[in-house]
């Protein structure tokens, strides 16, 4: 049987390469996104940036660190806290101290990200002058990154320089120095006094002192830290990005790598059983000759396994080329950090080749003991119409998978509705569901073929009718070519939709938690307490400030939980901010209350929850309202009081009884003209606020449908050339029975519409049954939305399916159909 199978290899060419190519190209995925997962696991280790040449840094707490049976619980605080007054004057008696203030700068006419220091800083860099010279006067300023020269004046945006503080800089700044950029910001040094007004706090200090002495000076302070060496890393603004870099590149490279290992693996197997099915007259002809149900089992494996090492191989040296391409493309495109590069791990190779092979073999088991079982003349009545295309086994993964989506649905509403908004939830939904209908879709094919065909075969001419009954006659050709477009489709709407439902969500919760207006600062500044005072002022206004803060909650005594905090005096939010209530009121918030949401492991009103606020202060509050868990964006509101140093962030503004709504926008607008506030309507805030997919998640996605879509239009072009070519007697038949040239080839192209056709419905049919799974989540979340499809991602990948199918099964029929129609009608198979 080897001998066999070596020379059907050589006779069989077309089917062959199919799967070679199919295989081939499934490898290279699972390589190619192996590596990038790999590479992405470990990131540079990199040296202090801004304070290279400090000695030593004091930092206050940043952390709040919490005490569990299982071992301490950390969380970054919200509002770090200064360095205590009592350790900056121990530290300096030491030596040098030099106090550092970071704030956000905006200028017409420099980069988009402006940070401002005091100059004292400037030598920890080290940072040296170019040109000019250091600041004296408080509208002087030394620029990094040459976009501005000595001389020139700096106008800003609305006149001012927005900061993160209280005090705004003048309309113009004049700049008197530059110094070369470092490559890790873009920074505006003031001198030491306008940095402090413009940013009251200090949360680090630079000092020139023993680090043993300094050690000994802070003892005692909790939470204050002291840095040398490399741990001044810390102190840079942006020490975590490496982390965060390496979290978003894991949870896209993950993703990519989990989807697009599943789309190689229903691919390749449904191309290796769809190769092994069309053989059943060979097979029959083998048996009759005395061929044992082994012998051909033996064939088939043999075959398999020599295309899945050839395949293989080939497939870890595409996934060697693409791999390096891939990550540049990530870089480019602000995906990954500028030092990303595939590395040298050699994991995602075996692993890649093994699944390769394991695939191919898999792929033909459910075939080959099928052919084997079979009885000559059974064999060879077969290999006209398809017949008993659900085998057992088939009938029985198909219904196990359907129901285990239907029970896992079903658990998930019951349990935790909230888990199905995630997005490792709905990335992983789809799977069960499209392989679900994928082996149950023969049982299908033959009544949706007929039902899509059914206007089509009525029209005049027969073509119509032949279409219809080629396609459901031939169900397991059917299937096959379906799959990958079912793949497509089902992925496209899923993955896509349910991003887009859930921000359709978050909007509608918007809408019905916004009242008449929403007011915004200029700047992370926040409203100062004047254009408040004017605010509260305006008749017919009843207002509420509020700002952003964190609280932290210990659940179940070992899991420490951080959550968005609203900070609001007491009583306007009941009126102003529409808060989806389920139990208490709001107008019962006070000093020493907090009003939770359903997520809260304890949300009963009365109880009493041991928390900590945003700078790690400890409280005890009691719960005056709960609030519906919604789509997660709910948080928990509290007082000013318990977000100390926090800034107002947002003002929502109700009419009172009899207002007139044109008024009341007008007073606020002239009442935060001169901070350079925004007054938004409802329906302009939920235009303004409507919510956007992460980058992150959006470019993760993009990555993944543009993989899944090349790869199963390939396939698919693949396969359809596969079947096309299985059929070049039938194509005489017809040719001799007097249909013209073109008249086949149009029925070749229906046919392919046809199937892609069937393929674009049970995708359809998985998108929906998946975003009814979500939307089911949400209206038991309390809140109710509208599914959203994306139909343009949708028609433009059936679209190019068609095309694909269309091209791939229309050119090698009209190559062969060059020849004689006798001769095709003789050519054996």
Partial sequence: MLSVALRTLRSRSITFVGSFV???????????????????????????????????????????????????????????????????????????????????VRARSGPGELVGHPWSTAAFGPYEIDAGRAPHAADEVVVSGGWAKPGERVRTDRGTVRVVGTVRVAGTVRVVGTVAGRGFENAVFYTDARAAQLCPTSTQLAVDADPAAVRTAVRGSAGVQVLT??????????????????????????????????????????????SVAQRRREFGLLRTAGATPGQIRRMVFVEALSVGVLASAAGCVLGSYGAPRLSAWAVDGGLAPSWFTIGSATWPYYTACATGLLVALCGVVTAAWRAGRTGPTQALREASVDTRTMTRGRWLFGAALLLT?????????????????????????????????????????????????????????????????????????????????????????????????????????TREQTAAFAITPASAAGFDAATLRKLRAVPGAEVSATSSSAV????????????????????????????????????????????????????????????????????????????TAGTGNNGVYVTPRNTPGASVSRVDVALTDGADAHAVAA???????????????????????????????????????????????????????????????????????????????????????????????????????????????????????????????????????AALAVISSVAPAAISLRRRAVELAGTRE
């Fill in 22 to 104: 199919a295989l081939s190209l499934g490898v290279a995925l699972i390589a190619v996104m192996g590596l990038a997962l790999a590479s992405s696991l470990h990131a540079p280790d990199r040296k202090p940036e801004r304070f290279a040449a400090a000695p030593v840094v004091v930092r206050g707490a940043d952390t709040l660190r919490v005490s569990t049976p299982i071992g301490d619980r950390v969380q970054k605080l919200a509002q770090p806290r200064a360095v205590p007054a009592a350790v900056v004057a121990k530290l300096k008696k030491l030596g040098t101290v030099v106090e550092d203030r970071s704030f956000t």
């Fill in 229 to 274: 060496g490399d741990a001044r890393r810390s102190a840079d603004a942006d020490a975590d990005r490496d982390s965060e870099a390496l979290t978003a590149m894991n949870a896209m490279f993950g993703t990519a790598a989990g989807v697009t290992t599943f789309v190689s693996v229903f691919v390749v197997a449904s191309t290796f059983a769809f």
């Fill in 405 to 509: 989506a239907a029970v896992t649905l079903g658990l998930a509403l019951f349990s935790d509705p909230a888990d199905l908004l995630h997005r490792k939830t709905y990335v992983s939904r789809p799977m069960l569901l499209i392989t679900a209908v994928a082996l149950l879709a023969p049982v299908v094919v033959r009544p949706l073929t007929r039902l899509i065909a059914w206007l089509p075969a009525r029209l005049p001419g027969a073509g119509g009718m032949l279409a219809r009954e080629n396609a459901a006659a031939g169900v397991r050709r059917t299937a096959a070519i379906a799959a990958p477009v079912l793949v497509t489709v089902a992925l496209a709407g899923s993955l896509l939709g349910a991003t887009a439902t859930l921000n359709e969500a978050k909007a509608t919760e």
């Fill in 552 to 627: 932290y909650v210990l659940e179940g005594g070992v899991s420490l939980i951080k959550d968005e905090a609203r900070a609001a005096d007491p009583g306007p939010p009941a009126a102003t901010a529409h808060l989806p209530i389920v139990s208490g009121r709001a107008g019962d918030l006070d000093d020493d209350s907090i009003i939770v949401n359903e997520e809260w492991q304890r949300h009963t009103v009365g109880e009493h929850v041991r928390v900590w606020l945003g700078d790690g202060t400890r409280r005890t509050l009691r719960i005056a309202a709960v609030m």
């Fill in 667 to 801: 007073g606020l607008r002239a009442a935060v003209r001169t901070s350079g506030g925004q007054v938004f309507t409802k329906e302009q805030w939920v235009r303004a606020s409507y919510p956007e997919t992460n980058r992150t998640t959006r470019m993760g996605f993009l990555l993944v449908l543009g993989i899944a879509l090349l790869y199963t239009g390939i396939s698919l072009a693949n396969t359809m050339v596969m079947a096309t070519s299985d059929r070049v007697r039938d194509l005489a038949v017809l040719r001799l029975a007097g249909a013209t040239r073109w008249q086949v080839l149009r029925l070749v192209g229906a046919e392919a519409l046809m199937v892609v056709a069937v393929g674009g419905v049970l995708g359809l049919l998985v998108a929906a049954l998946n975003l009814a799974g979500m939307w089911s989540a949400l209206a038991l979340l309390s809140v109710p939305t509208t599914i959203e499809l994306p139909w343009t991602t949708i028609g433009a990948a059936v679209a190019a399916c």
